[in-house]
Every structure is written in structure tokens, then in C-alpha cells.
């Protein structure tokens, strides 16, 4: 049988690089697959396992049909194998760190994706990206004008494949939670 398709997606801040750091170990004795991103940015300057590359290696590898998927967002580009179409023939599931402006493209290719939204508290989330001191203030204001767009519009418009995990509190709670809805397909 095929594998799941796990799209993790939220706010910047919100908490997805660290909830699946957290979770890697548990995630992969479970068997699940964690995908390593192409970004157009540093690979110092990223704060999960990714491959930086420059927009010229971005445009040829996207032009050879090295990815499954790609977007473009915050001035980024963002590219995810092909590996992953035979990891999930083989029937592993693979968890990747998604785009919410992508997920429509992404469901088209993959229907049976399963959507795992994390959300955060608004004034928390500001202060936890003002914390991680990666972007400039200016920056941070335009990421959280982003996420105004799509919450709500998310929760609305795809209740049934969506699980949505709250990452308010402490990450070990967020890690139960996520770990409880990969293996019951629901969340406490
Ligand atoms: N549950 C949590 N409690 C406290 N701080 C958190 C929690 N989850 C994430 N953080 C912190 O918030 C910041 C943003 O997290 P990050 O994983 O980089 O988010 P994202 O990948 O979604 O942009 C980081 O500094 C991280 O340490
Ligand atoms: O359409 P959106 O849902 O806004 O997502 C756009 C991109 O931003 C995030 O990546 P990135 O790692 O650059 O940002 P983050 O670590 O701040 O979430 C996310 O993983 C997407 O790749």
C-alpha cells in the first residue's frame, strides 16, 4: 500500500522546523520519512535540515525535474525531491514542511494528503520570531500579515483533511499530539 503524504503547514514562527526536530526521532521509528528541502538560502542560515543552494542551482535543478513539488514565497524558493514519489510507492509515509499558498497545487498532485496545520497564538508568535532574531523586524511584520490570509480561510475551507495542532504551549505537548493524530488519525 502506498504511503501517507503528511503536509505539515503554518505561520513562519509557528513552530514547524522545531516540532519536527523534536519529533524525528519518534517520527522515524515509526518509519516515516522526513524531507530534506531545497532553499534558495545559506544552509547556515537555516534552522532545520535543508539544502541551501543559489537561485541559478534552484532554476536547474527545477528545469531537469529534480522536484516533486516547488514554490516560491518570502523571496524564497522552496523544491521537494522527486525521491519522495518512490518513498511513497514503497509505502512509506513522508512528512514534509509545506506552503500554505501551495497546498492547493500540492493536493492536486497528492489528493489523499493529509494536512497537519500548526497554529500559535498571534502575540505569541510575534515575540517568538522577534526571539529567533532570523529575520528583521520589517520582515517578521510582513510574515505575520501573511498568516492573517490564510488561518481562517485554511480551517474553513478544508475541515476534513485537516488536523489543526496548537502550538501555543510547550513543543513536547505539540509532539504528543502530532505523533497521536499520524497513529489515530485524530488529535486530543
Ligand atoms: N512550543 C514552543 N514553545 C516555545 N518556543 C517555541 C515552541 N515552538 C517553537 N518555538 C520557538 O519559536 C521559534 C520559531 O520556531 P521555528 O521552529 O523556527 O518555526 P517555523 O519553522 O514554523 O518558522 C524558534 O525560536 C523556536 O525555538
Ligand atoms: O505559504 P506559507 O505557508 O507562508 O509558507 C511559505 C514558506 O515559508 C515557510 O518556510 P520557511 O522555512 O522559509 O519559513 P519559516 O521557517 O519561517 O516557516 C514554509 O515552510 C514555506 O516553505
Not at 513562519?12 to 516540532?19: A, I, N
Request: charged content about 25%.
Amino acid at each position: 500500500m502506498a504511503g501517507r503524504l503528511i503536509y505539515l503547514i503554518g505561520p513562519s514562527g509557528s513552530g514547524k522546523d522545531s516540532l519536527l526536530d523534536a519529533a524525528r526521532p519518534r517520527l522515524v521509528e515509526r518509519g516515516c520519512r522526513l524531507v530534506r528541502r531545497v532553499i534558495t538560502r545559506s544552509a547556515e542560515a537555516v534552522g532545520e535540515a535543508a539544502q541551501g543552494v543559489s537561485p541559478e542551482q534552484f532554476a536547474a535543478m527545477e528545469a531537469e525535474g529534480a522536484f516533486a513539488l516547488s514554490w516560491q514565497a518570502n523571496g524564497l524558493s522552496y523544491g521537494i525531491s522527486k525521491d519522495i514519489d518512490d518513498w511513497l510507492a514503497a509505502g512509506d509515509d513522508v512528512l514534509v514542511n509545506g506552503s500554505r499558498a501551495h497546498l492547493a497545487q500540492t493536493r492536486e498532485r497528492y489528493p489523499t494528503l493529509l494536512v497537519l496545520l500548526l497554529t500559535v497564538d498571534q502575540a505569541v508568535l510575534r515575540q517568538r520570531l522577534i526571539a529567533r532574531g532570523r529575520e528583521s523586524l520589517a520582515d517578521i511584520e510582513q510574515r505575520l500579515a501573511r498568516n492573517a490570509r490564510f488561518t481562517a480561510e485554511l480551517i474553513a475551507g478544508h475541515g476534513a483533511g485537516l488536523f489543526v495542532l496548537d502550538n501555543s504551549g510547550p513543543l513536547a505537548h505539540t509532539v504528543e499530539r502530532l505523533l497521536c493524530c499520524l497513529d489515530h488519525r485524530h488529535c486530543v
